[in-house]
Each structure stands twice: as C-alpha cells, then as structure tokens.
Nanobody, 124 residues
Framework: VQLQASGGGLVQAGGSLRLSCAASGLRFIAYSLGWFRQAPGKEREFVAA?????????SYRDSVKGRFTISRDNAKNTIYLQMDSLKPEDTAVYYC?????????????????WGRGTQVTVSS
C-alpha cells in the first residue's frame, strides 16, 4: 500500500493550496481517508476525514471548518484537501492516511496506512 501526498508549498496568509494524496495497492473505495498535520514541536493532529464509498460524510477539526474542504475521487484513487484562507498557524507537515473503519474517524490509531508528508508553510 502506498499513499503519496503532494501539493504542499509556501503561500502567504490568506492564500490557498490544494493537497492531493494518490493511493495504490488497496481497494480504495473500501477505506475512509483522512488528513493529519504536525507542526514543529507539536504532536500530530487530526485535520479532516471523508467516509468510504461515496464520501458523503466528512469531519473537520474546529479550527479549519469553513476554510478546508476534503473530497475524494474514487476513479483516480485520490483524495484532496482544498485549503483556503490559510493562516500561519496552518504551517505543518500534512499527512494522508487510510482507515478500514467505514465512517469518518479522527483517532490516529484507527488509521492503518500512512503516507509521507508534504510541507505547507504559510507566511504572515
């Protein structure tokens, strides 16, 4: 199983980025998927998740609600995280992960597969 995150970069506060995570080696539609992030000196934290199959259920941490949007494209085995109105506190390494739990989950230990991260840096 491989999860490959991409799309990170340097952006000014108020700007936007779209992260992608391409999955291979798993039955993509059977997995719920999530994004986590880890800032320097801090623990990794949940950002957003989307349910398996059609992805009609999503969940977000409070600090990104209304600014971030998670989605999945089952035809491309890819999930996305559209990040708008970015703030300096969004600076972190962002990771995608896959869970066999059907509904959206925020607990790290429920995610079975993890990808390498992609760096997002928001300047003030």
């Amino acid at each position: 199983v491989q999860l490959q995150a991409s799309g990170g970069g340097l952006v000014q506060a108020g700007g936007s980025l779209r992260l992608s995570c391409a999955a291979s080696g798993l039955r993509f539609i059977a997995y719920s998927l999530g994004w986590f992030r880890q800032a320097p000196g801090k623990e990794r934290e949940f950002v957003a998740a989307v349910s398996r199959m059609s992805g009609d259920s999503t969940s977000y941490r409070d600090s990104v609600k209304g600014r971030f949007t998670i989605s999945r494209d089952n035809a491309k085995n890819t999930i996305y995280l559209q990040m708008d109105s970015l703030k300096p506190e969004d600076t972190a390494v962002y990771y995608c992960a896959a869970s066999t739990v059907g509904q959206v989950v925020s607990r790290e230990n429920l995610y079975k597969h993890w990808g390498r991260g992609t760096q997002v840096t928001v300047s003030s």
